[in-house]
């Protein structure tokens, strides 16, 4: 039996996932109202096949709760923030987690870390709460891979990274995700595994911070950065990808930031990229203020579409809409602009509207925040507003980009 503990973007399609291919599987949220809404038929998010992948894993079994359970496996896929100051990596929910299993689990369990960690964070903050535990466990650091948006797809046909102390055990642990995922597993270290999983993201990053720097270099000579990415990416190995507004969510945003923290004076262009990414947000404002002053558009005629941080999901976490808020306030210019988001029913900041066509009566100049393909769809309802495309969802000579 297979116990997974947060039931979060990771942990639910992960258990509902392994339920639905056969494993026994009991999934466990210390967040009552997570565990009630899945008792009562209602998933937690939207993501598309998620339901039906809930439907097929209640058929078979799976059961929620908000007790630890005893089981062979536990597979934890609890938040690992950083802090803000030290910019390491804040393992507290996987400790408190760590430990909750630990007070219940038979020995010999293997303990399945999903959580992304910084390189190091078994040694130094899991291993010695298992120490003080005194029990027989085994220890296993599963990073996960999935994109919002393409979650089901991408457990069943992501490559996947299983670090280990004990081959034997890397290779239960192999056979248990190989019930669903049909690609490569690949079994190596524990230290091995951590650093991958933040590599991949900070590659990711640094390569975002390439194009955005382009962005503001181009702005600065008068140049279409966009034109020149398509031109310099003809060539057969560059493959500079598309700036925009900043980058968000719980991963690409965060996982570079516990490199720095870990390794001051070293991770330098990683720093340099995580700056230049953070700095983005304001950049589109600076390019707000600019468009207002040259056609004469008050400020609260302008609106912001999009506020997750990427297309076709509800995740608003870190997200480049949430950042712009964020410093708009210092400007005390924040309530007066007006925000829309499909996906974001709940009201984060004031005037936020539910319609797109009330939110669009009010605002003069669009700025598109997020590609979602509604906006794709609709195209047509911008016409005579003035728009600035920080995503490039549409190839309008008369639109503003970034
Ligand atoms: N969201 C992504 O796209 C993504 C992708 C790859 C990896 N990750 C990593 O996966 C991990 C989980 O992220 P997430 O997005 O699923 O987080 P989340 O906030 O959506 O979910 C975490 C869940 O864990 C629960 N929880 C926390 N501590 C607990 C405990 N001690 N016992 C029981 N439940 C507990 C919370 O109530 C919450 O429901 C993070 O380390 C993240 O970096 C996330």
Aim: hydrophobic share 40%; glycine share 6%.
């Amino acid at each position: 039996m297979v116990n997974v503990i947060g039931l979060g973007y990771i942990g639910l399609p992960t258990a509902l996932m392994l339920a639905a291919n056969g494993v026994e599987v009991v999934g466990t949220d210390y967040n009552g109202n997570v565990v009630e809404e899945l008792n009562h038929s209602r998933v937690t998010f939207q993501e598309d096949g998620l339901l039906e992948l809930y439907r097929r894993a209640v058929e078979k079994g799976i059961r929620f709760t908000t007790e630890y359970r005893k089981a062979d496996m536990y597979v934890i896929s609890v938040p690992t923030p950083y802090d803000e100051f030290s910019k390491k990596v804040d393992a507290s929910y996987v400790e408190r987690a760590v430990e909750s299993v630990l007070s219940v689990c038979p020995p010999e369990a293997v303990l399945i870390i999903e959580s992304t960690i910084s390189p190091g964070t078994i040694d130094r903050h899991v291993r010695p709460i298992v120490e003080r535990a005194d029990k027989k466990v085994h220890l296993v650091h599963a990073p996960e891979r999935i994109i919002p948006g393409n979650m089901i797809y991408e457990l069943e046909h992501n490559n996947r990274t299983i670090g280990c102390d004990d081959r034997e055990v890397g290779e239960r642990v192999r056979a248990v995700y190989a019930s669903f995922c049909k690609s490569e597993i690949t079994v190596t270290d524990i230290r091995t595994a951590e650093m991958t999983k933040v590599v991949e993201n900070t590659y990711r990053d640094i390569n975002i911070a390439f194009a955005n720097e382009l962005a503001k270099i181009c702005r600065k000579d008068g140049l279409d950065v966009y034109e020149i990415i398509r031109i310099a990416n003809k060539h057969p190995r560059v493959n500079i990808l598309t700036p925009g507004p900043g980058v968000g969510g719980h991963c690409i945003s965060v996982d570079p930031w516990f490199l720095v923290g870990d390794y001051p004076g070293l991770a330098n262009i990683i720093l340099a990229a995580r700056k230049i990414n953070d700095s983005m947000p304001e950049f589109v404002l600076e390019r707000v203020y600019g468009i207002c002053k040259e056609r004469g558009v008050d400020i609260s005629r302008v609106g912001f579409y999009g506020m997750t941080y990427k297309e076709d999901v509800d995740d608003i976490r870190q997200s480049p809409t949430l950042q712009l808020i964020h410093n708009m306030e210092k400007h005390l210019c924040g309530h007066m602009v007006k925000f829309y988001d499909p996906y974001v029913e709940k009201d984060i900041t004031p005037n936020q509207y539910h319609s797109l066509d009330a939110f669009l009566e009010q605002v003069d100049l669009v700025v598109i925040m997020v590609g979602h393909t509604q906006i794709r769809e609709n195209l047509e309802k911008l016409e005579g507003k003035l728009v600035l495309d920080t995503r490039k969802v549409a190839d309008c000579p008369d639109w503003y980009t970034l």
